[in-house]
């Protein structure tokens, strides 16, 4: 299988050799005729074949209060990394909340299994490297589509890796902070089915998933109040859709 997998994502790099159209390109992705290919390579093979039968499984024997729990063990285990990178941001506001939520959550919330802070007022702080840098002034740089990861950006790559692997070691050890990874990434995928019919109804589900990713990323650098100019252009879409991604 792993051979088959290789040998498909070799042939639809080759192929990435075509030349993008000229209606299609966007000075935001200038990897694009690279990045197409491994996002067909992530949806045809990678999702079909592997991360959606596992989330759908995932769904059918995870009861509902048992994936909610999972879901908050998850946010729980990243508070200290959304502490740090609020403090880095100077959101002492947020910070405090993070630090917060993961003292209520650890102890009255046994181990973050259950979000008591939530119902106290204590609502949860998404801060990522990510964020930090752009608060930093540094901008996204080239829109990558990662093999198995799917969309991100130059400067949210390496924020990724800050927040997934090297601030989780602090307190994890490296098979828990991949088991911590594991278990948010089929959560998400698993949080993403009911939204599928409007990534499959688009005219160019690529694009789509693009023009989402950056608005997303828009409405967290400004928690939730981006500025309305600065917005690409693109279709409406599913909140629902927008906070999943």
Not at 8 to 37: F, G, W, Y
């Amino acid at each position: 299988m792993l051979k088959k997998t290789l040998m498909t994502l070799s042939a639809l790099l080759l192929a990435a050799c075509a030349q993008v159209p000229p209606e299609k390109e966007d000075p935001r992705d200038p990897l694009q005729s690279v990045n197409r290919p491994i996002y067909d390579f992530n949806m045809d093979v990678l999702d079909a074949y592997i991360l959606r039968p596992v989330a759908v499984g995932y769904v059918e024997v995870t009861p509902a209060p048992v994936r909610r729990s999972i879901a908050n063990f998850t946010d729980n285990i990243s508070a200290p990394t959304n502490a740090i990178n609020a403090a880095l941001q100077g959101k002492a506001d947020r910070t405090g909340i993070a630090v917060a939520r993961f003292l209520v959550n650890t102890t009255v919330g046994i181990a973050g299994l259950f979000d008591v802070a939530t119902s106290l007022g204590l609502e949860y702080v998404d801060e990522d490297f990510g964020q930090t840098l752009g608060v930093w002034g540094i901008g996204d740089g080239a829109y990558l589509m990662l093999p198995g990861m799917g969309p991100s950006t130059a400067r949210n790559l390496t924020g990724d890796v800050v927040d997934n692997f090297v601030l989780p070691e602090i307190a994890l050890s490296t098979p828990e902070t991949i088991l911590v990874f594991v278990l948010k990434v089929v959560e998400t995928r698993a949080s993403l089915i009911p939204q599928e019919s409007l990534l499959n109804e688009s005219l160019d589900p690529y694009t789509f998933v693009k023009d989402v990713y950056y608005q997303r990323q828009l409405y967290e650098l400004y928690d939730g109040n981006p500025p309305l100019e600065e917005e690409p252009e693109a279709e409406e879409y599913d909140d629902n859709f927008l906070e999943n991604l």
